[in-house]
């Protein structure tokens, strides 16, 4: 896949987020270490280094599928894979610790902490989102179309003028930090380069002279 189809991929699957705000090298492979997080393990999500973990998980979980929906590559991951991603999603807040002690930033011995838990703060604004729905369309956030869907999130999304996607922990909209979420995964490589990449794992020595499979063949 060549960096214009890269690009395109990555606009179409985002297509709610500035056009300025989506390109490969903003979106895939960045570690975002201007956070002092580091991205690591399946979920692709900061890794805390003590314990006291908070459990906030979204509990709108139908809106937040549907807010997926509107925003994730549905063609690329299917519905599984959509489904699979909202699940990553609520596991790595269930996981999330406020205002963790982050990885030291290289060189440097400035003690950082990771931002308050964001959960409550998304949680309103899917019961927003979901009043909203009701009261121009009198029906529920789930029970709209994707264009309807995507007709009340733009505005929410545009507001943040953002120039590439902030680390998940930073996102001001649940929308937002989903997409985030999802772009920092392996999974999320692999798409867009159509290859099995496997960002973060290691292959070995004796395969890093052979290039990644193609996404969905064997041997």
């Given amino acids: 896949m060549g960096r214009s189809d890269r690009r395109t991929f990555l606009k179409q699957a985002a297509g709610l987020i500035p056009a300025a705000a989506v390109g490969a090298r903003d979106v895939v492979g960045t570690e975002r270490e201007s956070e002092g997080v580091t991205l690591g393990g399946a979920d692709g999500g900061p890794k805390a280094e003590t314990n006291g973990l908070t459990g906030s998980r979204l509990t709108d979980e139908a809106v937040l599928q549907a807010v997926a929906e509107a925003t994730l590559p549905v063609a ?19 996981a999330y610790e406020p205002v ?4 030291h ?20 604004q899917l019961e ?8 121009r369309h009198g029906k529920p956030f789930p029970e ?17 003028r953002l120039g590439s996607l902030p680390n998940t922990t930073r ?22 380069y159509e290859a099995e ?7 070995g ?15």
């Avoid at 400035?110 to 998304?122: C, F, I």
């Avoid at 020595?205 to 041997?219: I, K, N, T, W």
Wanted: net charge negative; proline share 7%.
């Fill in 205 to 219: 020595l004796e395969d890093m002279s052979a290039p990644p499979r193609p996404l969905g063949r064997e041997g």
């Fill in 76 to 94: 690329a991951l299917g519905s599984a894979g959509v489904a699979r991603v909202v699940d990553g999603f609520q596991d790595w807040l269930d």
């Fill in 144 to 160: 709209l179309s994707v264009v309807e869907r995507r007709a009340l999130l733009e505005p929410e999304l545009r507001e943040d």
């Fill in 105 to 124: 930033a290289y060189l440097t011995h400035e003690l950082r902490y990771a931002p308050a838990d964001p959960g409550p703060r998304w949680q309103s």
């Fill in 171 to 192: 996102a001001r909209h649940v929308a937002m930090g989903l997409l985030a979420y999802f772009y920092s995964t392996p999974e999320a490589t692999d798409l867009c």
């Fill in 100 to 103: 963790a002690e982050l990885n």
């Fill in 197 to 203: 990449i496997s960002r973060f794992d290691c292959r």
């Fill in 128 to 135: 927003a989102l979901d009043t909203e729905a009701d009261k």
